[in-house]
């Protein structure tokens, strides 16, 4: 496994590779590794030759400085799960190499949709521009033929599909199933900061989830909102930002089941940290 700290680098490493037409993936992270992002390692595999795993927290996509403060870094942790994993390529750049003027702001403002200033956008303002100025670099210095993201960051991934195509970018954007603990909660690196209290709490939002996905058949769609919502509102230390039943291209509210892409979201801080996630209706 080979671990690359500057774009310079990376590019001489994997030139020759494309050259030989390899096909390479690139699965973008910013550390604090678990189950999940291995499982974007493993379908990274199984789809390209070389997989590139980066490891960079990005200062551009925080809203709220404490927040990137105390993002954890478990560096060393992070490199043996790679390794062994069978990761090919690391790439740990510092911010100086991916944003020289830094903290001069690069200019960056890309047309990302309405949706990019629903839910997430709404209490995140500036997030997603962020978001995919880091993936943009990302992808300019790997070159990657295909990407893979997790699916718990619903909209993220939406935000990075609409910048590919704002681009024109030649990348395919892979969404991955997400990964939970056995009893239910959504892996996350954020999991880290949940006292045992605030872990039992956080529970109620899968369950809410689940909740909506079994029941969606059944009962309509107030109904359903009201339901996980009162079941998350009456659980002592979690504070709903949103809990939406949206079209997963639009992230507009259904009107209807009807819609081809339904999907149930949800945001809430447990405690001192803020979780989301996230259930395909269809």
Same mark, same amino acid.
């Given at each position: 496994?080979?671990?690359?700290?500057?774009?310079?680098?990376?590019?001489?490493?994997?030139?020759?590779?494309?050259?030989?037409?390899?096909?390479?993936?690139?699965?973008?992270?910013?550390?604090?590794?678990?189950?999940?992002?291995? /499982?974007?390692?493993?379908?990274?595999?199984?789809?390209?030759?070389?997989?590139?795993?980066?490891?960079?927290?990005?200062?551009?996509?925080?809203?709220?400085?404490?927040?990137?403060? +105390?993002?954890? +870094?478990?560096?060393?942790?992070?490199?043996?799960?790679?390794?062994?994993?069978?990761?090919?390529?690391?790439?740990?750049?510092?911010?100086?190499?991916?944003?020289?003027?830094?903290?001069?702001?690069?200019?960056?403002?890309?047309?990302?949709?309405?949706?990019?200033?629903?839910?997430?956008?709404?209490?995140?303002?500036?997030?997603?521009?962020?978001?995919?100025?880091?993936?943009?670099?990302?992808?300019?210095?790997?070159?990657?033929?295909?990407?893979?993201?997790?699916?718990?960051?619903?909209?993220?991934?939406?935000?990075?599909?609409?910048?590919?195509?704002?681009?024109?970018?030649?990348?395919?954007?892979?969404?991955?199933?997400?990964?939970?603990?056995?009893?239910?909660?959504?892996?996350?690196?954020?999991?880290?900061?949940?006292?045992?209290?605030? +872990?039992?709490?956080?529970?109620?939002? /899968?369950?809410?989830?689940?909740?909506?996905?079994?029941?969606?058949?059944?009962?309509?769609?107030?109904?359903?909102?009201?339901?996980?919502?009162?079941?998350?509102?009456?659980?002592?230390?979690?504070?709903?930002?949103?809990?939406?039943?949206?079209?997963?291209?639009?992230?507009?509210?259904?009107?209807?089941?009807?819609?081809?892409?339904?999907?149930?979201?949800?945001?809430?801080?447990?405690?001192?940290?803020?979780?989301?996630?996230?259930?395909?209706?269809?």
């Amino acid at each position: 496994m080979e671990i690359i700290h500057t774009v310079a680098a990376l590019k001489m490493l994997l030139a020759p590779l494309q050259k030989a037409d390899s096909k390479i993936a690139l699965v973008p992270t910013m550390g604090a590794l678990h189950k999940g992002h291995l /499982s974007l390692i493993e379908m990274a595999q199984k789809q390209a030759q070389i997989v590139v795993c980066s490891i960079f927290v990005n200062p551009t996509q925080f809203t709220d400085p404490k927040d990137l403060e +105390r993002y954890p +870094r478990p560096l060393e942790h992070d490199i043996k799960m790679l390794y062994d994993a069978g990761c090919n390529v690391v790439f740990m750049p510092s911010v100086k190499e991916m944003y020289p003027s830094f903290p001069t702001p690069e200019h960056w403002q890309v047309d990302l949709g309405p949706a990019e200033f629903l839910l997430e956008g709404e209490f995140r303002k500036g997030h997603y521009q962020g978001v995919t100025q880091i993936v943009k670099k990302l992808f300019d210095a790997v070159q990657p033929d295909v990407a893979f993201f997790g699916q718990k960051d619903f909209q993220q991934v939406l935000m990075i599909k609409n910048m590919v195509k704002y681009f024109n970018m030649e990348v395919e954007i892979v969404s991955c199933p997400i990964i939970r603990e056995e009893d239910g909660l959504a892996m996350s690196s954020r999991n880290i900061h949940l006292s045992l209290t605030d +872990r039992e709490n956080a529970l109620v939002l /899968s369950k809410a989830l689940t909740y909506v996905a079994t029941h969606f058949d059944q009962e309509n769609l107030p109904t359903l909102l009201a339901k996980a919502k009162t079941m998350i509102n009456e659980t002592p230390g979690v504070v709903l930002d949103y809990f939406t039943i949206a079209d997963g291209e639009t992230l507009l509210p259904i009107e209807n089941k009807n819609a081809a892409h339904p999907v149930a979201l949800v945001a809430a801080k447990v405690g001192e940290t803020r979780l989301i996630d996230n259930v395909l209706l269809s």
